[in-house]
């Protein structure tokens, strides 16, 4: 199994709402990724988790919020997000930091 | 960060060989130069990576230049599925090894 599934695949929300975007793998990678895309730009960094501790923070605003509740599983929760938030949001995984990342298809988010 | 410098498009035709040129002139020795490619409403794939030497994989050749300061992806005869937005990264290896750090990529085009 070298999949990265995301859910869900498209997402609407409003700036007061809470909702959350979740990613997994069962590939035995120690490593998960939370990247922001917006159209025509290449794909920027937020998150990284290593070993499902937090080790890099991407000075994201606090309104993301990641959560890695075991080695297969990525959260990202979101709350009162902007309509600049919406973007498509890719989680990644590799064995260790610094692997061949494997891409999930991505959430397209709109924030209404 | 080691920066890279790719043309922002190119074209091909269907069944031909397309090169894709990268400029890395301040690579550093642990630098590993890494491809991925992000075809059309998908998340980006890993096509392949090398340190020095030349590599061959089923997707694609890469070629290294003997001080390391480019690159050429090679993909050897172009089918439409190719057309894709393709990165060229580079990661550190270590412990203090970096994640991917996305450039703007060249978009290929696949001429019928």
């Known amino acids: 199994d070298t999949e990265v599934t995301q859910t869900p695949k498209h997402l609407v929300m409003g700036m007061t709402n809470k909702k959350s975007l979740k990613c997994e793998q069962h590939?035995?990678?120690?490593?998960m990724y939370w990247y922001k895309q917006k159209a025509k730009k290449p794909p920027e960094l937020m998150f990284v988790?290593?070993?499902?501790?937090?080790?890099i923070n991407e000075s994201v605003p606090s309104r993301f919020s990641p959560e890695c509740p075991n080695s297969s599983l990525l959260n990202l929760h979101l709350h009162a997000l902007q309509p600049e938030d919406s973007a498509l949001y890719l989680c990644?995984?590799?064995?260790?930091?610094?692997?061949?990342?494997?891409f999930g298809p991505g959430t397209r988010l709109l924030v209404l | 960060d080691a920066k890279t410098t790719q043309p922002n498009s190119m074209e091909s035709n269907e069944e031909e060989p397309v090169h894709l040129p990268c400029n890395h002139s301040?690579?550093?020795?642990?630098?590993?130069i890494h491809w991925y490619r992000q075809l059309p409403s998908q998340g980006p794939e890993y096509v392949i990576h090398g340190l020095t030497s030349n590599v061959n994989n089923r997707m694609a050749s890469l070629a290294i230049a003997e001080d390391r300061k480019s690159s050429t992806l090679i993909l050897h005869r172009a089918t439409l599925r190719d057309a894709a937005v393709y990165y060229c990264?580079?990661?550190?290896?270590?412990?203090?090894?970096?994640?991917?750090?996305f450039g703007k990529g060249t978009r290929l085009s696949v001429i019928a």
């Open positions: 301040t690579i550093s020795g642990t630098d590993y």
């Open positions: 590939m035995g990678h120690r490593a």
């Open positions: 990264i580079l990661i550190r290896r270590g412990s203090g090894n970096t994640p991917l750090v």
């Open positions: 988790y290593s070993y499902e501790k937090l080790s």
């Open positions: 990644a995984s590799s064995l260790t930091r610094g692997e061949t990342q494997y």
